[in-house]
């Protein structure tokens, strides 16, 4: 690795939490051992074989969004897989381990509630950005990731990328006078960040990882996946994203207790795909939608309609409603 690591068993928590303070981030070298990550990586591969209709992913080169069995470059296997944490036990066993979960609740001052994951098999090459910004919390800054390897990261693999000490950057406030990144403005917010990382002479910092290190980065700490030099090469990574409990509080969400934090059980991200993209390969998700549309359901239990997916066809996808 080109940066010092902490040794797991070296982190005691006032460590930890001054470095998390200067930097945005902490580095677990060595974290998990080699057959917990194997577990993991395995039960994501078998379930984007066995449930490709159920799995939300973002194409990485077109920012598309489809389920996995309607995915235009499947070979390329360069896609976000969203949430796969909704559906696989071990996903959430690796980013709630106990004493990762422990860890992650000194950092936020309360416990962590898995929100959010993203697996990806390459380099994501995301640009510059800070997940509150698209993972906005309630209470400014109380939101955590961990970064995952599961595999070894190559120079030419797309490593991730941070700039340490960039989290202290006041948070640009977007027109609605929130954090939360507005489509029409994100240049604005390049701008302000470019423009922040050069007054404060911030450098940029590229992690090396190993499979089992763990990188614990700041809500707002700026970072992003470097440019794939080697296209050959993967880079399986699991990114799951943490809120502190009192911003999931009073929100009417259900919190399932694992370790010592929460993941919230919830609807996987709506997807809008063409009617005609669903078929015999990828039936339509007719209970999902019926959960997600309470008008719909309440139409098709009067027999008013004869079923969600009747509903989405002739309406629901012209009205923009998810599945
Ligand atoms: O692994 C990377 O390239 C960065 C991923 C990331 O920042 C994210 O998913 O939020
Ligand atoms: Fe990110």
């Not at 209709?53 to 969203?82: K, M």
């Not at 078929?279 to 719909?296: I, N, Q």
């Amino acid at each position: 690795m080109n940066l010092a690591l902490n040794q797991v068993g070296d982190i005691g928590p006032g460590v930890g939490q001054s470095q998390f303070e200067r930097d945005g981030y902490l580095a677990l070298e060595g974290y998990f051992p080699a057959q917990r990550i194997d577990r993991a990586a395995s039960a994501v591969r078998r379930l984007l074989r066995e449930r490709p209709a159920e799995i939300v992913v973002d194409c990485l080169q077109t920012g598309q969004r489809s389920f996995w069995a309607q995915a235009s470059h499947p070979q390329t296997r360069s896609y976000s897989f969203n949430d796969v944490h909704l559906l696989c036990e071990e996903v959430r066993e690796l980013a709630l381990e106990s004493q990762l979960t422990s860890t992650l609740g000194d950092l936020l001052g309360e416990p962590p509630v898995l929100c959010s994951s993203s697996s990806y098999e390459r380099g994501s090459s995301q640009p510059k950005h800070i997940d509150s910004l698209h993972l906005t919390p309630r209470t400014p800054h109380s939101l955590v990731t961990a970064w995952i390897a599961l595999e070894d990261v190559h120079a030419d693999s797309g490593p991730p990328i941070c700039y340490p000490g960039s989290h202290r950057i006041p948070l640009y406030s977007f027109n609605d006078g929130t954090h939360h990144a507005s489509r029409d403005e994100i240049l604005d917010w390049f701008d302000y960040i470019d423009v922040q990382i050069r007054l404060r002479g911030l450098r940029k910092k590229t992690f090396l990882a190993r499979k089992g290190d763990v990188l614990i980065l700041h809500a707002d700490l700026v970072h992003g996946g470097s440019p794939i030099a080697d296209p050959k090469r993967s880079q399986g990574s699991l990114v799951s994203h943490y809120f502190g409990k009192a911003d999931c509080a009073d929100r009417g969400m259900d919190l399932v207790p694992v370790n010592r934090g929460y993941w919230m059980r919830r609807l996987r991200q709506p997807v809008r795909a063409e009617p005609q993209a669903f078929g015999p390969t990828c039936p339509f998700p007719e209970a999902s939608y019926l959960a997600r549309h309470p008008d719909v359901r309440e139409a098709v239990d009067a027999r008013l309609c004869p079923s969600g997916e009747f509903h989405y066809r002739a309406h629901g996808f012209r009205e923009g409603r998810g599945v």
